[in-house]
C-alpha cells in the first residue's frame, strides 16, 4: 500500500514540476518574443543593406563618369597644349650674360647723359665727390 508520506512526497515532485513547467513556458514565450522583434530587426538591416548597395552602385557609377569626364579632360588639354606647341615655337629667353652686358650698356649710356649735362652747365663736380669710373 500506499502510504501518506509517498503521496505527499508524490504532491510535492507533482507541484514542483507544474512550477517548472510554468517557468519554461514564460521564458519560452519570453523568447519567441525577442525571436520575433530579431527577426524584425534582420529585415530591417535586409532592407537597409539593399538600400546602402543600391547607393554604393549608385556612387561607384559617379566616380566612373567623374573619371571618364577627367580623362577628356586632360586629354582635350594635352591636345590643345600640343596644338599650340606646334603653330607657336617656344620663346627664346636671353641668357644671362646678354641681360648683363645691355643692363652695362644701359648704365654707361646714362653716365654718358649725366657728364654731358654736366659739361653743358658749365660746373666742375666739386673735388670731394667719388669717382665712380
Known sequence: MISLEQV???????????????????????????LATAEQRVSELEGLVADFQKDQARI???????????DSFEDSVHEA??????VQPEPVV??????????ADDIGLELDVLEAE????????????LDLF
Open 8 to 34: 505527499r512526497a508524490l504532491e510535492s515532485r507533482v507541484e514542483k514540476a507544474v512550477a517548472l513547467i510554468g517557468s519554461l513556458r514564460a521564458e519560452n514565450a519570453s523568447m519567441r518574443s525577442g
Open 60 to 70: 561607384e557609377e559617379g566616380i566612373v563618369e567623374a573619371l571618364r569626364k577627367l
Open 81 to 86: 597644349v600640343a596644338t599650340r606647341t606646334a
Open 94 to 103: 636671353p641668357a644671362a650674360d646678354d641681360l648683363a652686358d645691355e643692363a
Open 118 to 129: 654736366d659739361d653743358a652747365s658749365g660746373t666742375e663736380p666739386a673735388a670731394d665727390a
